[in-house]
């Protein structure tokens, strides 16, 4: 899970610079991973290197569905991801600059995921996505955040409702910025 709002941020940071709007081109309610993918085709972003930071901010759990003896262990390894920071740095190309992965945000097409809403433009962000698991029930993902050139700022929540395990929320901040050239190789 933590990974995952890792790649979240650093796929945000990727498209951030971008002009897509509502990825609903039909109208029809649905936005299907052809328009996230249609929608992002606009997208280009200021090649160099970026420095991306994730903070996790809140993390809960419904402790009635987690045995006795696990919860204690459960709380401590929850608590102590509270309040920890994340920082990466990434060398964008101009050659990815040109073309980020739309596939990214539009996901794996065998993945039974569905958006809600996928809205950039603006220099605002907002996104919510539904994914459904056989083996781990259903996750709701929502991010929205602001953008420019140079920078973004994004608050990502991730929902998991699951039978045997009840829900589970992680909330998380991100930031990122450019902040020069690549290193030389």
Do not use: H
């Amino acid at each position: 899970m933590k990974n995952a709002i890792l790649a979240a941020s650093a796929v945000f940071m990727l498209t951030a610079c971008g002009g897509a709007t509502d990825a609903d081109a039909d109208g029809d309610g649905t936005i299907t991973q052809k328009e996230v993918q249609a929608a992002m085709g606009d997208v280009s972003i200021s090649p160099g290197q970026w420095e991306n930071t994730v903070e996790f901010v809140d993390i809960s759990f419904d402790e009635t569905k987690v045995p006795e003896e696990a919860r204690g262990m459960l709380t401590g390894m929850l608590e102590g991801m509270k309040g920890q920071i994340n920082t990466t740095q990434n060398c964008v190309t101009p050659e990815e600059a040109e073309k980020p992965a739309a596939e990214m945000f539009s996901g794996n097409e065998n993945a039974d995921c569905e958006y809600n809403t996928f809205e950039f433009g603006g220099g605002t962000m907002n996104m919510e996505m539904t994914c459904q698991d056989p083996s781990s029930g259903t996750a709701k993902i929502t991010n929205t955040g602001t953008y420019s050139d140079d920078a973004y700022e994004m608050d990502m929540t991730v929902a998991i409702e699951s039978p045997e395990m009840g829900t589970m929320t992680i909330a998380a901040s991100s930031k990122g910025k450019l902040i020069g050239e690549c290193p030389a190789e």
